[in-house]
Nanobody, 123 residues
């Protein structure tokens, strides 16, 4: 059973910073891509940032220059450093991973999600 557990959300003032972490655990064979999504009330879930196994990154236009995604492959962990936060960044942030899970001699791929962590930017 694979689990993704996020941490690091909270309340921060505009202009402040937060660092989100997401650790994957369980019967993982290999992790391909990891990413962060967010969903604000009344809006669809959107991609914030993604990172490949080789370290290539992509960002939503709204966060370019303010957010940085990184990963520690040895720890199966992905991070999102968020700087210069704005009220419009307020949302539930979800970690995702496309990975291969091993069960006995069988390897299967799939997409997995964390439970989400609330980020609120407000004065």
């Amino acid at each position: 059973q694979v689990q993704l557990v996020e941490s690091g959300g909270g309340l921060v003032q505009p202009g402040g910073s937060l660092r989100l972490s997401c650790a994957a655990s369980g019967s993982i064979f290999s992790i391909i891509d990891m990413g962060w999504y967010r969903q604000a009330p009344g809006k669809q879930r959107e991609l914030v940032a993604g990172i490949t196994g080789g370290g290539s990154t992509n960002y939503a236009d709204s966060v370019k220059g303010r957010f940085t995604i990184s990963r520690d492959n040895a720890k199966n962990t992905v991070y999102l450093q968020m700087n210069s936060l704005k009220p419009e960044d307020t949302a539930v942030y979800y970690c995702s991973a496309h990975l291969y899970e091993i069960s006995g001699s069988r390897i299967s791929g799939g997409d997995y999600w964390g439970q989400g962590t609330q980020v609120t930017v407000s004065s």
